[in-house]
């Protein structure tokens, strides 16, 4: 029998099929076939076989099945970062998560459907008219028999289908046809992510309830190309799925969308000197964990540090400020921003593209500017601005003073101010002592903290933030 129809089945039936295929890894009408052919050996095998009473089995726990697994639908569209793709199915595995592939024709010139089922352990589909996945509808159960949707890569080529609506093939006639949350993982390259195409693009994306991570900044395919459009790293992206597949969020943030920078920024000054501070990011560190633990969707923004990324928390690295800003409006709208980066204040003007030398005239001038201030760029937005902005206010002297004068500068909503000279042991240290300053109507109120390990005040600050939010 080459082909097989089956028809007039109900709806209850053709669910109890479709359950039985999926935890079989194979195809409804392979089911079918198989259903057929089982039946068709029983009486034989009745007839030839003298009836024997079984042994009772010892209880063996049940291993669980692909069905018993969150279930992630795979996307993987054209670019050079598809290759990533692959050891994110690995990820999702680690993690406990089924995964099914789906991949773009354009996916298919950097990677092939062969390596990405034999990572995934099951078939990698590829075509919207493949007869033997159709046969029940194939696209509709990729976009639906799932429990997330993740695109990886999302080329703007794609993105941009996404937000119009198209469904000229498998991928897209899944994302359209879906009602589940999906995660986009972008990766282009840089003038094409700034593009205002892309950007009207993915604001209505944002706006249809599409979730994103990344891009990261960082060096491109192309030989002299860096910006921001990397795609997130695969275990970024694992964690950020774990997190959407399994909230950790009951707590009093649940629900709420927290982004927090952290650590120093390094601005370079040629390829193998920059511009620094001795911040190590454990306090903005810190506060993500804990906002986390309180149910929030964090996304932390660091800086060059050496710590572990928290548990349940979207973790994006990048260098200079101006990396950090690019990142900090590419991850807005969220309900509160915390800025507890340690950002430089300026950086070289020009700086320089072979390692600046010696010379018998002395040293070499270095012409300064000021870099962006992240703090009152977003303090001072129009449009998407963070109901809760917080700064810090790292000080050596006059700590008060200063804080109330910042506070007042850059607009925001709160500012948490400390000592770090170097008697007080903050800058790298594990403890430290903070003062809020909060605004008061047209006063502005300080509420001094005894001193505490960082992990606590990250606590307190977390507990004030959700006392606030619930008022």
């Known amino acids: 029998m080459a082909s097989l129809t089956v028809r007039k089945l109900d709806e209850a039936l053709k669910a109890s099929l479709r359950l039985r295929a999926a935890k079989a890894g194979r195809s409804v009408e392979d089911e079918v076939r198989m259903i057929l052919r089982e039946a068709a050996e029983a009486p034989a095998k009745t007839q030839s076989s003298p009836a024997r009473s079984t042994p009772a089995q010892p209880h063996r726990p049940r291993t669980p099945s692909a069905t018993d697994l969150p279930r992630v639908t795979l996307i993987i569209g054209g670019g050079i970062a598809a290759y990533k793709a692959l050891d994110l199915i690995r990820r999702l595995k680690e993690r406990g998560i089924h995964v099914r592939s789906v991949m773009t024709r354009a996916a298919q010139q950097f990677v092939t459907p062969l390596t990405a089922g034999a990572l995934a352990d099951e078939r990698c589909y590829t075509d919207l008219f ?34 119009q609506g198209h469904a000229d093939d498998l991928a897209t006639a899944i994302l359209l046809a879906t009602n589940r949350p999906v995660l986009v993982a ?101 506060i993500a964990a804990s906002a986390a633990d309180a149910g929030a969707d964090v996304t932390l923004i660091s800086g060059p540090v050496d710590l572990d990324d928290p548990a349940g928390v979207r973790v994006i690295r990048v260098e200079s400020a101006r990396d950090m800003l690019a990142q900090v409006e590419a991850a807005l709208p969220v309900d509160i921003a915390i800025f507890a980066a340690a950002v430089a204040d300026w950086r070289v003007a020009s700086a320089g593209e072979q390692k600046i030398k010696k010379t018998a005239s002395g040293m070499p001038p270095l012409q300064l500017v000021e870099n962006p201030d992240i703090l009152a760029t977003v303090s001072k937005r129009q449009q998407n601005r963070p109901q809760l902005v917080i700064g810090f206010a790292a000080e050596t002297q006059n700590l008060i003073d200063n804080a109330t004068s910042k506070l007042k500068r850059k607009g925001c909503d709160w500012i948490v101010a400390n000592d770090v000279s170097p008697a007080s042991g903050v800058m790298g240290g594990d403890r430290n002592t903070v003062h809020i300053l909060t605004r008061d109507k047209a006063d502005i109120a300080v509420d001094s903290w005894p001193v505490m390990t960082k992990e606590e005040v990250a606590g307190a600050l977390v507990a004030k933030i959700a006392e606030t939010m619930e008022e």
């Open 186 to 286: 972008p990766a282009m390259n840089p003038l094409m992510w700034a593009n205002a195409a892309t950007k009207r693009n993915v604001a209505q994306l944002a706006r249809d309830g599409v979730s994103f991570i990344g891009p990261n900044s960082g060096e491109m395919a192309e030989a002299n190309e860096a910006g921001v459009g990397r795609m997130s790293e695969p275990t970024e992206i694992a964690i950020a799925a774990e997190a959407m597949l399994r909230p950790l969020h009951t707590g009093p943030l649940a629900g709420k969308k927290i982004l927090i920078t952290a650590g120093p920024t390094h601005e370079p000054i040629d390829p193998v000197r920059y511009i620094a501070n001795r911040s190590s990011g454990k306090q903005g560190y810190a």
């Open 130 to 163: 493949d007869a033997q996945s159709e046969f029940d509808a194939g696209h509709i159960r990729l976009a639906r028999d799932t429990d997330l949707i993740i695109v990886a890569p999302a080329t703007a080529d794609l993105m941009a289908k996404m937000a």
